[in-house]
């Protein structure tokens, strides 16, 4: 078993970019998240290093845990918004800088993970973070998320692997869901829940 990660390594995970995992810090702390397997050194110029997944499990369990004394953790990650959140993030221009700095991230990461560099096929970050992916896509695309007593969208979990749940208020909004979703190289099917027969959609990343 490899050991831990040391203070000053554990430092540069958790300021590496939430989206793209990329990490900055000295060549040789670079070097030896390499060397335990927590980073990658992208093979084209610049040759930026990335988290790999386990340093990405690293990063995540980190922002998670509440420092002593504390009753809830409050990380300032960026993180797009699901719908139906307790305290959503306020609304305005810093809001929409973050959202598109996140998407455009996230279109880097697809071009530099991506075996062919393709930035209209979802990656494989996407994959392992489906409900958080499909959300960024429509917060980006400048869909409204449900809030409050307010109508939006909903992007929920699902039994089924590699899958997600979108919930919209009306037709016409779950239509431009999905829109937006293949615009983004998901592929999203509209169906209807049996008990409720409440209209939803559901979608995956697509992988051609």
């Keep these: 078993m490899s050991r831990p990660p040391t203070a000053a390594q554990r430092r540069v995970i ?52 509440p420092a002593a004394g504390e009753t809830a953790p409050d990380t300032g990650v960026f993180a797009a918004r699901v719908g139906g959140e307790e305290e959503p993030p306020a609304d305005g221009g810093a809001r929409l800088r973050e959202v598109h700095s996140a998407w455009q991230g996230l279109l880097e990461l697809r071009r530099m993970t991506n075996p062919d560099g393709a930035a209209d096929r979802p990656c494989g970050w996407e994959r392992t973070h489906l409900v958080r992916a499909a959300a960024l896509a429509l917060e980006a695309a400048g869909h409204r998320p449900a809030s409050g007593d307010a109508d939006g969208y909903r992007v929920r979990a699902t039994p089924q692997p590699e899958a997600v749940a979108v919930y919209a208020p009306d037709a016409e909004s779950l239509a431009a869901c999905a829109a937006t979703l293949e615009r983004a190289g998901w592929q999203a099917g509209e169906y209807t829940e049996p008990r409720t027969r409440v209209r939803y959609l559901l979608a995956s990343p697509r992988r051609v």
Excluded: M, N, S
Excluded at 46 to 64: S, V, Y
């Design 14 to 65: 958790e300021a590496a970019d939430p989206v793209t995992g990329r990490l900055r810090g000295t060549q040789a702390q670079l070097a030896a998240l390499v060397k335990r397997g927590l980073a990658f050194r992208h093979p084209r110029p610049p040759h930026d290093h990335f988290l790999t997944p386990a340093g990405h499990r690293i990063r995540e369990a980190a922002a998670a845990e």
